[in-house]
Nanobody
Framework: QVQLVESGGGLVQPGGSLRLSCAAE????????MGWYRQAPEQERELVAV???????NYAESVKGRFTISKDNVKKTMYLEMNNLKPEDTAVYYC?????????WGQGTQVTVYS
């Protein structure tokens, strides 16, 4: 059973930082395209950042310069470093793993930015 387990969410004030982690089990992690998505209340799920098997990264315009995606193939863990957080970053953040037709999701972790 493939598992993606997110951690690191929480409450933070505007301008603060959080680091999310996604630990993967039972997948050949290094070949997967890994991504972070988020969904705010009454909003559609949106892509935040993605990291290819090659290490190439892409970011949503709204987070460029503030968020950094990375991964450790040995630990089979992906990270999202989030700096200068804004109230509009409040959402449930989901980890995603894709390879060909395979598509897996984590259970999500809540990030709340409040003033």
């Amino acid at each position: 059973q493939v598992q993606l387990v997110e951690s690191g969410g929480g409450l933070v004030q505007p301008g603060g930082s959080l680091r999310l982690s996604c630990a993967a089990e039972k997948i050949p992690f290094s070949v997967y395209t890994m991504g972070w998505y988020r969904q705010a209340p009454e909003q559609e799920r949106e892509l935040v950042a993605v990291i290819m098997s090659s290490g190439t990264t892409n970011y949503a315009e709204s987070v460029k310069g503030r968020f950094t995606i990375s991964k450790d193939n040995v630990k089979k863990t992906m990270y999202l470093e989030m700096n200068n957080l804004k109230p509009e970053d409040t959402a449930v953040y989901y980890c995603n793993a894709q390879f060909l037709s395979l598509d897996y999701w984590g259970q999500g972790t809540q990030v709340t930015v409040y003033s």
